[in-house]
Every structure is written in structure tokens, then in C-alpha cells.
């Protein structure tokens, strides 16, 4: 089975809108850390934002929260107000305590409008 | 991009050839891992490396590969013979530690390609 599993190959937003990148996730392990990372065209992976399994809070980090659905195995990334900077492909990760790699998803593609 | 060096960028050889990528890790940080992304996929794990150790290489291939992180210096991934299906980015990562969550911190990405 997928450990993350991202089910928009690509998305649309019109500028200054919110826009929500989908991830669920697939783990037994009850410690576990999800993570979101930005891809520009440029290549390099850029950390975003970060969500422990114990947190009761969901993260935030400026435009970037992390809708964190414990239950449902999600961890689904909200962009607020998105600009035309924030068009990339993105990626959710996991790790878990026991293990030692992040497992990412196939990404999302994300544009912004204009 | 907080400090993670990879070099080259860009690294083309004839199929056969040895490829070697080199990574530095953040200061301070003494994890490296490497991942290997495929166009239009996601990373893909390859190998977790400590200071002359290696900590898990579940995810690199049999053969060709290989990877050191000595004492002293970066960090090397090294694909002996290479052949067209090794053409991908290769990313390095490091962390603090592996006790928690740290969040890895990636270098640019080497950009392989094989002619």
C-alpha cells in the first residue's frame, strides 16, 4: 500500500483565492511526523510545514496550514491567499518514528491564475 | 536553501561511465540521506548515512550504487556503469538527528543525465 497518497495531479487558483493540496496517509506506527514540501520549476525542495502526530493544534506557518485529520489520515495543505509565487509542485511526506526515510507522494501541481 | 550543497548541478555521462555526486550537509548536521525522483514522480528513499556509517540502504539498487559518508568531507553517491534508467535528479538531504521529526533540509538536487 501507498504510505502518502496524493490524489490531485494538478490544481488551478486564482490569485489572492485559498487553495487545499489533498494527502492521506497510510501508517501503524502511533508517533509520525508529516511534512509538505515545495518544488518551483527551479527544482530545489523547499520545506514548508510540519505536523507531529501527538500535535493537537494544527501547524500553521504564514499562508501555509496543515489540516490535520488524525482519524481520517489526512494532512491536506491549505495555501491562503495564493500567489502567482506559489505556483510548484508540492509534495506531502511522512516519516515514522521506527523508520528512518520520508516517504513522499507523487505531488501536486499547482497554478496560479492570474 | 539553508545551507545543503550538492554539486554539480548538472552531471551528464556516456552510458558506462561512473557518476559521482557530492553532497554537504548543513552545518551542524550529521544525517545525510539520499533520494533519487524520476520525472513526474515523487522521491523515491535511497540511503541514510551517518559519519563513516551506514544507517539503512533498503532503497538503493543491488548493484552500481554505492555511498560514503567519511570523516572528513562530503558526502558520495557513487553509480558505477551507468545506464539510461539512472537518468533523474538526485536529491541529498540532512537533519540534526534521527531521534525525532526534524525536518530534512534539501540541497538543490544533481540533475543526471545519460547519454
Known amino acids: 500500500a501507498q504510505k502518502i497518497t496524493q490524489t490531485q495531479p494538478g490544481m488551478f487558483v486564482q490569485e489572492k483565492e485559498a487553495v487545499t493540496l489533498d494527502c492521506t496517509y497510510d501508517?501503524?506506527?502511533?508517533?509520525?511526523?508529516l511534512f509538505w514540501y515545495k518544488q518551483p520549476s527551479s527544482g530545489e525542495m523547499i520545506f514548508l510545514i510540519y505536523?507531529?502526530?501527538?500535535?493537537?493544534q494544527n501547524a500553521t506557518e504564514g499562508r501555509y496550514s496543515l489540516n490535520f485529520q488524525k482519524a481520517r489520515k489526512s494532512a491536506n495543505l491549505v495555501i491562503s491567499a495564493s500567489q502567482l509565487g506559489d505556483s510548484a509542485m508540492y509534495f506531502c511526506a511522512m516519516r515514522e518514528l521506527t523508520g528512518n526515510q520520508f516517504y513522499f507522494g507523487t505531488g501536486t501541481s499547482l497554478t496560479v491564475i492570474p | 536553501n539553508a545551507g545543503v550543497m550538492q554539486n554539480p548541478r548538472h552531471l551528464v555521462r556516456r552510458r558506462g561511465q561512473e557518476a559521482r555526486l557530492r553532497c554537504s550537509p548543513m552545518?551542524?548536521?550529521?544525517?545525510v540521506y539520499w533520494y533519487r525522483q524520476l520525472p513526474e514522480e515523487g522521491l523515491k528513499f535511497m540511503v541514510y548515512l551517518q559519519k563513516e556509517n551506514i544507517i539503512d540502504e533498503s532503497g538503493m539498487p543491488k548493484e552500481r550504487f554505492s555511498a560514503e559518508f567519511p570523516k572528513e568531507g562530503p558526502s558520495i553517491l557513487r553509480i558505477q556503469q551507468v545506464v539510461r534508467g539512472d537518468s533523474a535528479a538526485y536529491f541529498c538531504?540532512?537533519?540534526?538527528?534521527?531521534?525525532?521529526?526534524?525536518?530534512?533540509?534539501f540541497g538543490d538536487g544533481t540533475r543526471l543525465s545519460i547519454l
Open positions: 538531504a540532512s537533519s540534526p538527528g534521527d531521534g525525532s521529526f526534524w525536518p530534512q533540509h
Open positions: 552545518k551542524g548536521h550529521s544525517h
Open positions: 501508517t501503524s506506527d502511533q508517533s509520525y511526523g
Open positions: 505536523q507531529g502526530s501527538y500535535d493537537e
